[in-house]
């Protein structure tokens, strides 16, 4: 069985430009979480989807938006970003409380 | 609100040698608790859990943590290291309040590195 998926798995952008970043979880999956990495730091909560919609927000400007589609893939959109948003960005997939994470996508801001 | 602490940053050990990664935890409900390893350039890989019962949890490649309640820890062990487990371990703890998934909350991460 495949894995939760990312893309890009790179990327870069300049500050005040916009990005999104995507997930595919698990099959049979309807829950996907997002977690910001800063390099020597551990992950920090954003967001978590389940069924659409959201269940949770952490301490992140109203520049983070997410959404969840029928398909329960979801997006990550950073608007107008900071030199301070270059970090990698994990993507979960759960089921039963259990958090499964994708690969990542690192993103760095010049 | 949980808090997670990994008490030591960087734990340099010899080969062949035993290791110990120390967690505390702080909640004021019932937690579920994870250790989780991170390859350089690379995702997150659940290395064990507690959840419930038994409070010595084994897990993948030769790790094991034991849940003391008490103490509120659940320190990450393993008898004997090898070169392959140099990475960054994560301690963390999750919080259920009802059906599937709830936010997983980090510890800042200890580097094991593993001298020859």
């Known amino acids: 069985d495949a894995g939760v998926t990312q893309s890009p798995t790179h990327l870069i952008k300049t500050r005040g430009q916009q990005v999104t970043l995507r997930c595919s979880p698990i099959?049979?999956?309807?829950?996907v979480s997002w977690y910001q990495q800063v390099l020597g730091q551990g992950p920090q909560f954003i967001f978590q989807?389940?069924?659409?919609?959201?269940?949770g927000r952490g301490n992140f400007p109203d520049r983070f938006s997410a959404r969840q589609f029928p398909n329960y893939s979801s997006e990550l959109n950073v608007n107008a970003l900071l030199l301070g948003d270059s970090a990698l960005y994990l993507c979960?997939?759960?089921?039963?409380?259990?958090?499964?994470f994708g690969p990542g996508t690192r993103l760095t801001v010049t | 609100a949980q808090s997670v602490t990994q008490l030591d940053s960087q734990v340099p050990v010899f080969e062949e040698a035993p290791v110990e990664l120390r967690c505390n935890y702080s909640s004021s409900v019932s937690v579920y608790l994870f250790w989780y390893v991170q390859y350089p350039n690379q995702g997150l890989q659940l290395l064990l859990k507690?959840?419930?019962?038994?409070?010595l949890v084994k897990g993948i490649n030769g790790f094991e943590a034991e849940f003391n309640k008490s103490q509120t820890s659940f320190h990450l062990r393993k008898p004997s290291v090898h070169i392959s487990d140099t990475a960054e371990y994560f301690c963390?703890?999750?919080?259920?309040?009802?059906?599937?998934?709830?936010?997983?909350?980090f510890g800042s991460g200890t580097r094991l590195s593993i001298r020859p």
């Open positions: 963390a703890v999750s919080v259920t309040p009802y059906s599937s998934a709830s936010k997983i909350i």
């Open positions: 979960a997939s759960s089921y039963r409380d259990l958090q499964y």
């Open positions: 507690y959840l419930s019962g038994s409070t």
């Open positions: 989807y389940y069924e659409k919609e959201e269940r």
């Open positions: 099959s049979g999956h309807k829950s």
